[in-house]
């Protein structure tokens, strides 16, 4: 069985073309930031709030794109929270392809360090307005408490929401695993 992260790439990739706008909404390790990139997409924007990570992480880009021999999407970094995307974004109104979350904290890497619901609810809300007809969101859940409250905050906005499909994929019997939240834009509602 793929791991959500790699299930929700597979959710994205069929919309994805040399022209595409990307967004990462929650940097990290920079994993779903990369695959965009090798993608071959257009434009790519990721969000990490941490400094020290988004650091890291423009160093490793750095390095990457000077051993790259093939072209190179324009990508562009913010260090604060996702919760600004729609002043950041604002030129791509309606423009953007495909869009990925992390939720929560990846108990592997950031422990402790934890999205908040509000700012998240804040930024699907956003990114769904900017979201091309359509274009894709995947939203992936870590399970631990806050995380969980997270995921219930976002799913009620979900529920009301008349322009989008949503698909969810998770363990059935593992309670403690993450889970992806797959959304695709209908209409301009």
Known sequence: MQAMTQLAHDFLKPILHSQAICVDGTLGRGRDTLFFIEQNVGRVFYYEIQSDLFEQFQN???????????????VIGYCHSHDRIEHDLSAYQGQIDAMIFNYGFDPK?????ATQANSSL?????SVQLLRKKGRIALVFYPHPEGQQEKE????????????HVLEMRHPFKSN???LVCLEKISNE
């Open 60 to 74: 490793k880009l750095n390095q990457q794109i000077s051993l790259q021999s093939q072209k190179v999407p324009h």
């Open 109 to 113: 890497t950031l422990s402790g360090i």
């Open 122 to 126: 804040r930024a699907l809300e956003q």
């Open 153 to 164: 905050v976002l799913m009620d906005w979900l529920q009301e929401q008349t322009n989008l």
């Open 177 to 179: 695993s993450p889970s």
